[in-house]
């Protein structure tokens, strides 16, 4: 099964740079790049009936929420992202119960069986805040 949802991911990807790497050039929104390859994974992936979605976040009926535990403040103000920002303000070394939404979840909703991949697109750097999520 990881081989088949490696094999999903990386044409995904590779679609999105045969057919769309313009919105890399474009310096598109990163939520633009991550549509576009949700597309090319729900291509790929809905004979499962799975939900392929960006931006998901609600855990059954609430907020998806998540602990993200110790965070590097080097390496979130190293990442200058609006999440590490507000991590690096604060002085949290413990980070504790933080709101979260994956770029891209292919998972079947209002459960918590098959969460079955998670994608965080990032176009220029890492962030600390979303390897932790991860």
């Known amino acids: 099964m990881t081989?088949?949802?490696n094999?999903?991911?990386?044409?995904?990807?590779q679609y999105f740079l045969d057919n769309d790497q313009m919105l890399l050039e474009l310096d598109s929104h990163e939520q633009a790049v991550s549509h576009r390859i949700a597309v090319y994974i729900e291509?790929?992936?809905?004979?499962?009936?799975?939900?392929?979605?960006?931006?998901?976040?609600k855990?059954?009926?609430d907020p998806k929420r998540i602990n993200l535990g110790e965070?590097?403040?080097?390496?979130?103000?190293?990442c200058?992202?609006?999440?590490?920002?507000d991590i690096v303000q604060k002085g949290i070394g413990q980070v504790e119960e933080k709101l979260f939404r994956p770029d891209i979840l292919v998972h079947e909703r209002n459960?918590?069986?098959n969460n079955i991949i998670v994608i965080e697109i990032k176009k220029e750097r890492v962030c600390p805040f979303d390897k932790a999520k991860l």
């Open 43 to 57: 291509q790929l992936v809905n004979e499962n009936e799975l939900s392929i979605d960006c931006e998901y976040n």
């Open 59 to 61: 855990h059954l009926g």
């Open 111 to 113: 459960t918590d069986k």
């Open 3 to 5: 081989k088949n949802l």
């Open 7 to 13: 094999n999903i991911v990386q044409k995904s990807t």
């Open 80 to 85: 200058g992202c609006r999440a590490c920002r």
């Open 71 to 78: 965070i590097n403040h080097k390496e979130c103000t190293e």
